[in-house]
């Protein structure tokens, strides 16, 4: 049986195409019996592939800044100036083509090469130049607009323009990470139109719009996460770069309301905060994605500083302790992370939800 690294080269090598390689993937792992089917107890991504993808990315990341830079000096570009709209079509040229330059690098490093960690630049890029592009069209089409209404409509266009360059780039070229700036522009784009219509509610009440956005973000996430309980697919990968969005909008958002009580050191706010985290922690454990509790971190961290100055009295000596106390909690929950999921699985009813989760991982 070929190894993972052999199909991955067969991949590369237009041998066989991805989906052929994951269903080759399933029916090995099936085979081997047991759990052997759910392979590891990580999720599953791929950030870069040796040390070439890295040291492309590092030179496509300067060249982005360099050709980007270029052409804002030459365009002589600062933001009073794009809202202004003084220079609509050689700003909009100028970004285009940028982008296309962007694609044309996707055609090599992702389509070809299939390098994760320099697609990642060259998406960025791509849909950042496009934004921009939308954004010198929109503040011309816009131009005499109140201020309060110009900038965020101005947003809301630029950040459509970045909904529709990462839908593009997605559709041609099926990278994962993608649905992470496809989702980011998505959720500006819907604050942006609810700041035109009624900028005051967007601004009092930024928290709820934000929290709204992200369980938004985090059910497209699941969609993806239900399909494919063994993690085999590309869909794991997206599901992984949505939860990486959708987890600090929806935690910050809960957290909002006691979080300037909790920087102030008041305990009923941290045990407040320390409830939340927990119920935070019992769900990522039941979908099995960390990202909830790698979002709550420095809320954590603030909560048990709180309840350690609160039982050790005011002072600086409280402060190792909340790193050994938050260390530890981390370290705990990395190496028993999969004991803790077996044990949270067995309260959940036999049923269509819990087929339909990430199975128990145990050890070979």
Not at 81 to 91: E, F, N, V
Not at 248 to 265: C, D, K, M, N, T
Not at 298 to 315: C, D, F, P, W
Request: glycine share 10%.
């Amino acid at each position: 049986m070929p190894s993972e690294a052999d199909l991955e080269h067969a991949v590369r090598e237009g041998i066989i195409s991805e989906d052929q390689r994951n269903r080759i993937l399933a029916i090995s792992r099936q085979d081997a019996g047991g759990h052997a089917h759910y392979a590891s107890p990580d999720e599953p991504f791929r950030l870069f592939r040796g040390f070439r993808d890295f040291f492309l990315a590092i030179g496509l990341l300067i060249f982005a800044f360099g050709i980007g830079g270029s052409a804002i000096e030459i365009l002589k570009l600062d933001w009073p100036r794009l809202i202004a709209g003084d220079t609509p079509i050689i700003g909009a040229v100028t970004f285009g083509v940028v982008a296309a330059i962007g694609w044309l690098f996707g055609e090599l490093v992702t389509r070809k090469l299939r390098m994760p960690l320099s697609s990642i630049v060259v998406v960025m890029a791509f849909c950042g130049a496009v934004a921009l592009s939308a954004a010198f069209l929109a503040g011309a089409l816009f131009k005499g607009m109140e201020q309060d209404k110009l900038i965020p409509a101005v947003g809301a266009i630029s950040a459509l323009a970045g909904v529709a360059a990462a839908i593009g780039y997605y559709l041609r070229f099926r990278l994962p990470f993608v649905l992470l700036p496809l989702a980011g522009s998505a959720v500006t784009a819907v604050y942006m139109a609810v700041a035109i219509v009624a900028p005051d509610y967007a601004v009092s009440h930024l928290p709820l719009l934000i929290g709204v956005l992200g369980v938004g973000v985090f059910a497209a996430a699941m969609s993806y996460d239900l399909s494919d309980p063994n993690r085999l697919t590309r869909h794991s990968e997206c599901a992984f770069w949505l939860h990486l969005l959708a987890a600090p909008l929806v935690v910050h958002s809960i957290i909002a309301p006691f979080r300037e009580e909790l920087y102030s050191g008041r305990s009923e706010a941290a045990a407040y905060v320390l409830a939340i985290i927990a119920v935070l922690a019992v769900i990522a454990l039941i979908i099995d994605r960390r990202a909830l509790l790698v979002s709550g971190l420095v809320y954590l961290g603030a909560a048990i500083a709180t309840a350690l100055q609160t039982l050790s009295g005011t002072g600086l000596g409280f402060v190792p302790y909340t790193f050994f106390v938050l260390g530890a909690v981390l370290v705990g929950l990395g190496v028993g992370w999969a004991p803790a999921r077996r044990m949270i699985l067995k309260l959940i009813p036999d049923g269509e939800l819990l087929r339909r989760l990430p199975p128990a991982y145990y050890e070979s």
